[in-house]
């Protein structure tokens, strides 16, 4: 039983998400990258004051439905966490903007 709990802790830890704590993080500009459906999703993150001020997705592959290019990265700066719903839909896109901009917000720790 304590093997499976070990496991199970593990898994949830390196998946991770960031829920942001105010000024927890370095200021600047920083690129990220996320396995989309159809390739990568790249994005640059910037962090003004310790937080993140906005993203962009500047390079991707996406196809129908691709709202979640958007929709994503705003509820993410506007929950200041990458533990964001996923569009309808766009699952997989959505994912890859969460896993970019996790891949960014590394850098800014």
């Known amino acids: 039983m304590r093997k499976k709990w070990l496991i199970i802790l593990s898994s949830v830890t390196l998946s ?9 993080l370095k200021d600047g500009t920083y690129p990220g990258r996320g396995q989309g459906l159809f390739g990568l999703v790249q994005v640059a993150v910037v962090v003004e004051d310790g937080r993140i001020g906005s993203i962009e997705v500047v390079r991707e592959k996406e196809r129908r439905p691709r709202n979640a290019l958007t929709a994503i990265p705003a509820r ?34």
């Open 16 to 24: 991770g998400t960031f829920p942001l704590a105010a000024e927890s």
């Open 76 to 109: 993410i700066a506007r929950h200041q966490s990458t533990d964001v719903d996923a569009v309808s839909g766009a699952t997989h896109t959505s994912q890859a903007v969460m896993d970019a901009v996790k891949d960014a917000l590394k850098q800014a720790l």
